[in-house]
């Protein structure tokens, strides 16, 4: 049995916003066996059987002289002696949300951030009708709840099962509940189960090609080789060796370049090259923070695809931390064609958190333009000659996204927004509403913007969107927001000719997200129901349903 506890924010801080929708109180039983018009899910060894109820082969029966409602499906029920024991139940803390589908695996479930959704079974004679969206009705007709509803307590006793027996009160007539808000909901879009890979995490893609590191040291991820595959299922084919200790991250990948940042932290005899940098570094004992506060050198790297010799681009440290453990980053970077970009500390007399970005051709080896800014520069693309980059101030002010269409412009601030990005002649950035909408246009024609409206969706609240990928006539973005009062995140595509854009579901908590060479990559950090486990995945965009 477990204790009463809080949730925790899964992904930064995000502040909470009330919800208009219905407070369903769950009281959870999973024992034994139910009684259901259908099978649960279909994982094997974690999810219960459900059998049909004994009143009818198909579906629980409703009490006497209730009139079924039309249209409506009979919902999966625990037998008596299983409802009886909900009685001795704890209840627990959790957040979940009713959801439900009328072709899935099961009628109901309860979607939650702390753990695997949960299989819903309901009081004798209760039913589900879809509107498209799921009403549950009582035996009388009354819709009890709607998709979206809150569960905010619960109590745990099986696996995957859970009874809402606090729903409406014995021997009380149960009182409607509102419905959502009025607005039109995002699309679902599911991928084809054939058109979807899985990536190794930490690959950059480029089409069906990717480039990644194997071989890597198990708990840090450091060392290995990194390999480039051409396309799923091919044999990988060595580039290069990463030492022992370091670490190759970012990684970008091109027609015919990869790049990537070659980083490691720890105690170093002399002192790095970049001017003003510390001459060492001693090991820094905090528990649970690794290499806290310590400098971590880089050097950006460079290689062609079809073979050659390894070159170094720039090299550099940085010692600006933050945050917990004071962790260093190291420096941006981007990709396209044959032009590489990346930002360096560049820290002078009265502008400690300046930054310089550095714009250069690989095949010519000609700096294109460097570019300083006294405080950090962020979420660097490139498209061709066009560049886009963030500006945050070292004052604390809002940033702003800042463009350039090609060499001979100077960049200038686009938009006061969180961030952007450009790719095939495209360009989007973040609305800075803070309501998650994003804004796109071609890039010669930023005038004529047309705004992309965050997701709508039961429950999920945007507040963000971050980061963001464009390429050709494809936008998509991760939708930072909030599922009742804890974070979570949505993967939202949008494709020129669809009337909006659409959710994409089946994969939890994506955190990372790549399009190039017409396919789009994204992580998943949780299982979701009977759907893909945890991981990186990979599709081409012709596979849009």
Do not use: K
Request: aromatic letters at 6%.
């Amino acid at each position: 049995m477990r204790n009463a506890r809080s949730l925790p924010v899964m992904r930064g801080e995000m502040s909470a916003r009330p919800l208009v929708l219905a407070v369903v109180a769950l009281l959870v039983v999973a024992c034994g066996t139910a009684s259901s018009p259908r099978t649960s899910g279909p994982t094997a060894g974690s999810t219960p059987t459900v059998t049909p109820g004994p009143s009818s082969p198909t579906a629980a029966a409703a009490p006497a002289g209730s009139a079924i409602p039309a249209g409506t499906i009979a919902l999966p029920t625990l037998t008596a002696a299983q409802a009886a024991a909900a009685a001795n139940c704890l209840r627990d803390t959790w957040y979940w949300v009713l959801r439900g589908s009328a072709t899935g695996p099961w009628l109901t479930w309860a979607e939650g951030i702390a753990g695997p959704e949960m299989q819903l079974v309901w009081p004798l004679g209760y039913r589900a009708r879809f509107t498209p969206l799921l009403e549950v009705l009582a035996p009388d007709g009354t819709i009890i709840a709607r998709e979206g509803a809150p569960i905010t307590t619960a109590c745990e006793l099986g696996s995957r099962l859970v009874y809402p027996d606090g729903l409406i009160p014995p021997n009380v007539a149960p009182t409607p509940v509102g419905g959502l808000p009025e607005a039109t909901l995002t699309p679902v879009m599911e991928w084809p189960t054939s058109a979807v890979q899985s990536l190794q995490p930490g690959s950059a893609i480029y089409g069906p090609a990717s480039a990644g590191t194997i071989g890597t040291a198990p708990r840090y991820n450091t060392g290995g080789t990194l390999v480039i595959v051409d396309a799923p299922g091919a044999a990988p084919h060595r580039i290069v060796t990463i030492p022992a200790g370091h670490e190759a991250l970012p990684i970008a990948l091109s027609a015919d370049w990869v790049v990537w940042v070659e980083q490691w932290y720890g105690p170093r005899a002399t002192a790095s090259s970049v001017a003003g940098s510390p001459t060492g570094a001693s090991s820094v004992s905090t528990p649970g923070c690794l290499y806290a506060g310590q400098p971590l050198d880089w050097r950006v790297m460079a290689a062609r695809r079809d073979g050659g010799a390894t070159n170094v681009v720039a090299t550099g440290t940085n010692v600006r931390g933050g945050g917990e453990c004071d962790w260093i980053a190291g420096p941006g970077l981007a990709l396209s064609g044959d032009r590489v970009a990346w930002t360096a500390e560049a820290a002078r007399t009265g502008h400690p958190d300046a930054t310089t970005l550095t714009v250069r051709s690989l095949t010519s080896g000609e700096t294109v333009r460097t570019l300083s800014f006294d405080g950090t520069i962020t979420g660097i693309t490139l498209d061709g000659q066009a560049l886009l980059y963030g500006e945050m101030p070292p004052d604390g002010m809002a940033g702003h996204v800042m463009f350039a269409a090609d060499d001979a412009q100077e960049p200038a601030v686009l938009r006061v927004a969180a961030n952007g990005a450009i790719g095939g002649g495209r360009i989007a950035w973040a609305s800075d509403t803070g309501d998650g909408s994003v804004w796109t246009a071609a890039e010669g024609s930023i005038g004529s913007a047309v705004r992309l409206a965050a997701p709508v969706d039961p429950a999920f609240i945007s507040q963000g969107a971050n980061p963001i990928v464009v390429e050709g006539d494809v936008v998509a973005w991760i939708a930072e927001g909030v599922l009742g009062d804890t974070g979570t995140t949505r993967v939202v595509v949008w494709r020129s000719g669809w009337p909006s854009a659409r959710l994409m579901t089946g994969y939890g908590q994506p955190s990372v997200l790549q399009l190039a060479g017409g396919w789009l990559a994204w992580d998943s950090s949780l299982g979701w129901m009977d759907g893909p486990p945890a991981g990186t995945y990979r599709a081409p965009v012709t596979a849009f349903p």
